[in-house]
């Protein structure tokens, strides 16, 4: 057992009085339609980057559980401002994961939370609301939950980019000119793809359904609650280089690990610096 054990266990059992927090907030303004302000249109970057009422009314209910819950853990998030924590855990939330997706009716959005120790997600959720679905993760161990209960998930067999089950949320959109070659030249090798799917193509990956996941632009907190899914499941996520995806950037997710030494090749033969 970790010396954190006991700790782990009141976050994760915090976590899921935050799921039902979120759902509770954001299930019926996806229902029902909500104010969309493009964040793009309120600063210097051109585009849409939308954030709704859903979004801001999510986190600030999240960030107050658990400030009340562990007042000296750090907290980051999409909408406000960083917390700093005395203690050596912190929180990383978004409270609506592809805000496009929720913005158009598209029911595959999701609240990540992730619960990092020393800064190593140990923690995920990936919280499918419309869905009534849920993708877990700790240290060693992934699962789903939906309608039909609780289901330990594994990634699969998959050791060539030929037999592979590829995503991406969005390419044209997600990816530079040269990560586009890059993405494009594995696409072409791949089985087949499919686009759009935001956090539960990671989940996907994570229940041995699909086998890579490629995207850039990514923020912390669109990835880290990703990361304990993949690893518990027996898959692997890691940047494009293969260190650390913390951080966000460019992240290549896989169930087999024996994927990435090739997709590292085209990856980094392809992309701009």
């Keep these: 057992m970790h010396e954190y054990s006991n700790d782990i266990l009141a976050r994760l ?7 039902c927090a979120a759902r509770e907030i954001t299930l019926p303004l996806f229902e029902d339609g909500m104010t969309v302000v493009n964040k793009a249109e309120l600063g ?12 801001t009314n999510a986190e600030k209910a999240l960030r107050a559980i658990i400030q009340k819950n562990f007042p000296n853990d750090a907290i980051t998030g999409e909408e406000f401002d960083d917390i700093d924590g005395t203690s050596d855990w912190m929180w990383t939330l978004d409270p609506i994961d592809g805000t496009r997706g929720f913005v158009a009716g598209v029911p595959v959005w999701s609240t990540l939370i992730a619960v990092s120790y020393l800064g190593k997600p140990l923690l995920g959720l990936i919280d499918l609301p419309a869905l009534d679905t849920a993708f877990w993760g700790e240290p060693g161990h992934a699962w789903r939950e939906d309608k039909s209960g609780k289901t330990n998930i594994h990634t699969k067999a998959c050791s060539k980019i030929n037999d592979a089950i590829m995503g991406c949320t969005e390419p044209l959109s997600m990816l530079n000119a040269g990560e586009l070659a890059a993405y494009n030249i594995i696409r072409s090798a791949a089985r087949f793809s499919r686009l759009g799917l935001d956090a539960f193509g990671y989940g996907l990956v994570a229940s041995g359904r699909m086998d890579i996941i490629i995207e850039s632009g990514l923020k912390p907190c669109d990835v880290r609650a990703l990361i304990p899914i993949i690893e518990g499941a027996g898959g692997k996520i890691t940047n494009w280089h293969g260190g650390s995806c ?4 460019r992240v290549v997710a896989v169930g087999d690990e024996a994927l990435l030494p090739e997709l590292y090749t085209y990856l980094g033969r392809a992309m701009n610096p």
């Excluded at 059992?13 to 799921?19: D, I, K, N, T, W």
């Design 246 to 249: 913390v951080d966000g950037g």
């Design 44 to 55: 210097t970057e051109s585009g849409y980057d939308p954030v709704t009422q859903a979004d």
């Design 13 to 19: 059992s915090a976590m899921r009085e935050l799921q």
